[in-house]
């Protein structure tokens, strides 16, 4: 298989290993940021905006796992496609210190497409370390 060709292997996870407070977040974007790369096979994963850019048209799985540190308010995470909303979850239980929204799923992309994590609602005050965010190429299309 060969990578020029579009056809070589496409992984990627990233998690958020330090616990810094949101400022590190775009406050226009709310683009979740991870920092520190486990994999990037193929290197289709841009680590400076924390987002996933498809090197060829076909079926992709995602999930994510956002987790929210002594804070009560609800967060919405949407797993974000070339700036739609496609896959959401919450974490919004007052009475636990940790909490992750979660979920996951397969999604069509066209080369070129992007996705990423952004916070829709909520905050990430108190940080957001353990998150993680993977994705693959399950076949071209």
């Not at 290993?17 to 775009?26: A, V």
């Not at 841009?46 to 987790?67: E, L, N, T």
């Not at 919405?76 to 940790?98: E, K």
């Amino acid at each position: 298989m060969s990578v020029r060709s579009g056809t070589g292997k496409v992984a990627f996870s990233a998690i958020r290993k330090t616990n810094h407070e949101p400022s590190e977040m775009s406050n226009r974007t709310m683009t979740i940021y991870f920092d520190q790369i486990l994999v990037n096979v193929g290197n289709h994963f841009d680590p400076a905006r924390s987002m996933f850019i498809a090197p060829r048209k076909g079926v992709y799985s995602f999930c994510f796992h956002v987790v929210k540190v002594y804070n009560r308010q609800t967060i919405q995470v949407s797993l974000v496609l070339n700036s739609w909303p496609v896959i959401t979850a919450f974490a919004g239980d007052q009475d636990v210190t940790r909490e992750a929204a979660t979920n996951a799923g397969l999604m069509t992309m066209e080369k070129g497409d992007k996705a990423y994590l952004k916070l829709e609602r909520g905050n990430l005050m108190g940080g957001w370390k353990y998150s993680t965010f993977s994705g693959f190429l399950v076949f071209p299309l």
